[in-house]
């Protein structure tokens, strides 16, 4: 389990505009949140509102990448259909998500499964971990999570 201290998990997931690594983003601010399903309800109001507030998490210096297993097509439907600014990447075997403990046992009317987690990490200039969020309700995280951003040098 991704807790705040830690050295973030290395990743390297593909998206519209080719490869996202976190070495490819060293130096900068990342948030990096992981999000059940494109085109559900929760999963796009959180994409609408971090593209919303995409010009002050740029102003903070904070790249924004949202990660589900869903196909980098999927995704670019996904963000034509609502004019989403947010980077979206793809992580199919769900490699990345392990590894930031995001892959978990749900329990949806009675029935056990295992799928995604909501759940946000801010990652700092030096790779570390800042602030993690799990088990995340959507009205008013993505503010919380660019006064994080702001907070953070």
Known sequence: MVDVGDTAPAFELDSEEGAISLTGLKGQKVVLYFYPKDDTTGCTREAIDFTGLGGDFAKAETVVIGVSKDTVAKHAKFRAKYDLG?????????????RYGSWVEKTLYGRKYMGIDRSTFLIGRDGKVAKVWRKVKVPGHAEAVLEAAKGLK
């Open 86 to 98: 947010v980077k979206l990447a793809s992580d199919p075997e769900g490699a990345t998500i392990e």
